[in-house]
């Protein structure tokens, strides 16, 4: 496998944890517990396997300049900043929302999912348009350098 992969697979594994995530928030809302911790713990597992990949990916490829001009590249770094913070922020809030349902604490669980979910969320999400602005939008400058 090439490391050139890697890229789309991060994109996919982000979507897929944005629609389970998804779910999850749609489940618990409607009272369906099993069905969120199934989502939830499907979250959480391909979100570990984005993040090896991921990893991987940045040992065996450059870092580069975004290739957009103008507004474009201020959009893109404010939002690759955001959600870099974001990323780095969400690895212990997740692993603090998971211990407290895992030890049954149900009131601590729902006190820090209220915050842990929507900035989840918002790193799959935006690691989405990362994904699309880096290898869609400018797909042969991104290429030349893979």
């Not at 697979?9 to 928030?25: D, E, K, P, V």
Request: net charge positive.
């Amino acid at each position: 496998m090439s490391v050139s992969i890697l890229p789309h697979l991060n994109g996919l594994l982000n979507t897929i944890a944005a629609c389970l995530l998804l779910g999850g928030f749609i489940f618990i809302k409607s009272g369906n517990r099993q069905a969120h911790r199934l989502c939830m713990i499907a979250a959480l597992t391909v979100s570990g396997v984005f993040l090896i990949s991921y990893v991987a990916h940045r040992f065996n490829a450059p870092i580069f300049v975004f290739p957009g001009e103008g507004l474009v590249r201020i959009f893109y770094y404010i939002l690759l900043i955001s959600h870099v913070i974001c990323a780095i922020l969400i690895v212990p809030m997740v692993i603090i929302t998971v211990m407290r349902i895992a030890k049954d604490r149900v009131a601590a669980h729902k006190k820090i999912a209220k915050w842990t979910w929507p900035i989840w969320m918002y790193v799959s999400v935006t690691g989405i348009i990362v994904y699309w602005m880096l290898y869609q939008i400018y797909p042969i400058k991104t290429a030349q350098l893979l």
